[in-house]
């Protein structure tokens, strides 16, 4: 990431972000993960254009993104929206979501991203193989 410049502000934030569905179900499969991330990025640049989602994994039963959130922005309303308008989407598309009444577990886990990037960048893209025990970061 590199130091962005607002109106009196200069910042380097980065955020690793990590949320689940209610009662950790396996519903992110083949169709819905996708649908998943497309609608995370085209939503939050429509309501929020100057924050940047670095990477994105979504997992059978949950996600890591890495987002640059400017100062002015708080992150749980961030994530809030998120949450909120993928829910709504992910249920008017899929029928088999629809009869579920909560998709989103509350709460979510964020850690600042300082000068290790590079590693969570890593952690995030090969979280596949790292889950299953195949794959050695270094």
Do not use: C
């Not at 380097?12 to 998943?36: D, Q």
């Not at 994530?79 to 979510?108: D, N, T």
């Amino acid at each position: 990431m590199d130091t962005k410049v607002q109106a009196h502000v200069a910042y380097e934030l980065g955020y690793h972000i990590v949320w689940i569905p209610k009662y950790r179900r396996k519903i992110f499969v083949s169709g819905v993960k996708e649908y998943l991330e497309k609608i995370i990025k085209t939503s939050v640049i429509d309501r929020y254009p100057d924050i940047h989602i670095h990477e994105i994994n979504i997992q059978k039963d949950h996600l890591h993104a890495l987002i640059e959130i400017p100062p002015k922005y708080s992150i749980s309303s961030v994530v809030g929206y998120i949450k909120g308008i993928s829910s709504k989407k992910l249920r008017m598309h899929f029928p088999f979501l629809q009869h579920v009444r909560s998709l989103w577990a509350s709460g979510y886990y964020v850690s600042s991203v300082g000068r290790n990037e590079e590693n969570i960048r890593k952690y995030i893209q090969y979280q596949n193989s790292h889950d299953f025990g195949q794959a050695k970061l270094v």
